[in-house]
């Protein structure tokens, strides 16, 4: 259960962790479905490539880039999925001139499955999000947002379920504290739900309701705050429930060569990834499913 490998790929920083009691040789044979998740956070409307002069990230990242990865994993496995955990606007001009319009047509484009909502796609107000979901050909989740007196009212839903090569998937979102964080005429009526709780309402309806095979959960909550024990993140989020496969986050911009390993409420292994931001790398988790869907998992962080 806790055996890791280091597998070494050309461009490719990944990380083997093996989930569901199996090992890593028994990927062939034994598990005859694979699904791939590819997902970003925290881009922050960094369309282009860092320049030349840039320091430690000259020449990399970029809309284009990215979308050749893509394009090339969904050849290798059509039963992908892309996802966003939060912070899609904000940080260049693209955002102060479009107001989100072009982070959402490129999306589209790249054909995200689903986001969730972070702290700055508040940044040009509610009823700013609002006006660009037209140009959204995604989903949005966030389960412990309650919209029900705003204008994002029936726009975003607490989860969705995406069936892949028979395998149900199950996916909900979680969005950080707004208060203090963001005007309060920005968010306007938006009230804010204990994650803890919601997490736990969310897991147990896709897990036991939906029959789910796979749970993750897209969370804008940041990864962990050791100085501040009150204030949930992705590692408290994940000790305090169960049900949860997959941790998929976002706000602190932090950068994981490997996604952590955390084992929740039930002593079971939830996986906990985030992977920088502005663009420059982007996740990608590999689970593979026998007949029984019983689960193993790989890991891998792609440079851009």
């Known amino acids: 259960m806790k055996r890791r490998e280091f597998v070494k790929q050309t461009a490719v920083t990944a990380g083997a962790v093996v989930l569901g009691g199996s090992g890593l040789s028994s990927f062939t044979g034994n598990y005859t479905k694979k699904i791939t998740i590819l997902h970003t956070n925290d881009v922050h409307s960094h369309i282009d490539p860092f320049g030349p002069e840039d320091g430690r990230n000259a020449n990399k990242g970029g809309v284009a880039r990215r979308a050749t990865i893509i394009e090339n994993v969904r050849k290798e496995n059509p039963n992908t999925l892309l996802l966003d955990a939060g912070d899609i606007f904000q940080g260049t001009p693209y955002f102060n001139f479009y107001g989100g319009e072009l982070e959402f047509k490129l999306m589209s484009m790249l054909k995200y499955d689903v986001a969730t909502i972070g702290n700055h796609d508040f940044d040009n107000g509610i009823e700013g999000l609002h006006a660009q979901l037209p140009y959204a050909g995604f989903?949005?989740?966030?389960?412990?947002?309650?919209?029900?007196?705003?204008?994002?009212?029936?726009?975003?839903?607490?989860?969705?379920?995406?069936?892949?090569?028979?395998?149900?998937?199950?996916?909900?979102?979680?969005?950080?504290?707004?208060?203090?964080?963001?005007?309060?005429?920005?968010?306007?009526?938006?009230?804010?739900?204990?994650?803890?709780?919601?997490?736990?309402?969310?897991?147990?309806?896709?897990?036991?309701?939906?029959?789910?095979?796979?749970?993750?959960?897209?969370?804008?909550?940041?990864?962990?705050?050791?100085?501040?024990?009150?204030?949930?993140?992705?590692?408290?989020?994940?000790?305090?429930?169960?049900?949860?496969?997959?941790?998929?986050?976002?706000?602190?911009?932090?950068?994981?060569?490997?996604?952590?390993?955390?084992?929740?409420?039930?002593?079971?292994?939830?996986?906990?990834?985030?992977?920088?931001?502005?663009?420059?790398?982007?996740?990608?988790?590999?689970?593979?499913?026998?007949?029984?869907?019983?689960?193993?998992?790989?890991?891998?962080?792609?440079?851009?």
Do not use: W
Request: hydrophobic share 35%.
């Open 139 to 304: 989903k949005f989740v966030s389960a412990n947002y309650d919209f029900s007196n705003t204008v994002m009212d029936t726009f975003v839903k607490p989860y969705e379920i995406i069936i892949k090569d028979g395998v149900k998937i199950g996916i909900f979102g979680l969005g950080i504290a707004l208060e203090g964080l963001v005007m309060k005429d920005l968010y306007k009526e938006t009230k804010y739900l204990d994650p803890i709780e919601i997490a736990q309402d969310m897991t147990s309806k896709l897990k036991n309701e939906e029959k789910c095979d796979l749970v993750i959960c897209l969370s804008h909550l940041g990864y962990d705050y050791k100085k501040e024990p009150n204030k949930v993140g992705d590692i408290s989020l994940a000790k305090a429930t169960e049900d949860i496969d997959l941790i998929i986050g976002g706000h602190t911009h932090t950068f994981l060569k490997e996604p952590t390993i955390v084992q929740n409420r039930k002593d079971k292994e939830v996986m906990v990834n985030q992977v920088g931001c502005f663009g420059l790398y982007l996740g990608r988790i590999d689970f593979y499913f026998d007949h029984k869907k019983s689960k193993v998992s790989k890991a891998s962080t792609i440079s851009v």
